[in-house]
């Protein structure tokens, strides 16, 4: 199982919101954390969309979180980015496979797709920046 460059990027995106008093602008978290800007302002805007960070106007404009990081869950940043924690796909679409009713491991995904919603429920942006924050 890999986590995506998607998440992993938005995530230290995220991070650095969280520590920064101030609006940061993509291009210059970009090239700070050595990512693509074209591909992060892409994860922002989705980010934006979906009210997890704020778009600020102007010269002195850039993001900010869209909510306290006390407020944001890893699981909403994983769903917003990634979509259903499902780890396999007979979870998130029963109609994907036929043996759905006599699976011999469909409880094993079903108890590590918990596993994965319920520690990513558990950790904050918050807790993320004061464990470490880089992701």
């Given amino acids: 199982m890999k986590v995506s460059t998607r998440l992993r990027y938005g995530l230290r995106f995220l ?3 969280a520590k920064s008093s101030v609006p940061l602008k ?9 990512l693509s ?16 960070v704020r778009g600020i106007r102007g010269k002195e404009g850039g993001y900010v979180l869209g ?8 699981l909403e940043v994983v769903q917003v980015l990634e979509g259903p924690v499902h780890p396999v796909e007979c979870l998130a679409n029963p109609l994907y496979c036929s043996l759905i ?5 469909r ?3 079903e108890e590590t797709a ?11 942006l918050k807790s993320l920046v004061e464990e470490g924050g880089n992701p």
């Fill in 67 to 74: 909510r306290a990081p006390e407020d944001i869950t890893l």
């Fill in 26 to 34: 993509v291009r210059e978290v970009a090239e700070e954390e050595h």
């Fill in 37 to 52: 800007a074209d591909y992060l302002r892409h994860i922002a805007l989705t980010l934006e969309a979906r009210g997890l």
């Fill in 101 to 105: 009713t006599s699976c011999s491991t």
């Fill in 114 to 124: 918990a596993c994965l919603q319920g520690f990513f429920a558990s950790k904050t």
């Fill in 15 to 17: 991070v650095r919101l």
């Fill in 107 to 109: 409880k094993l995904w």
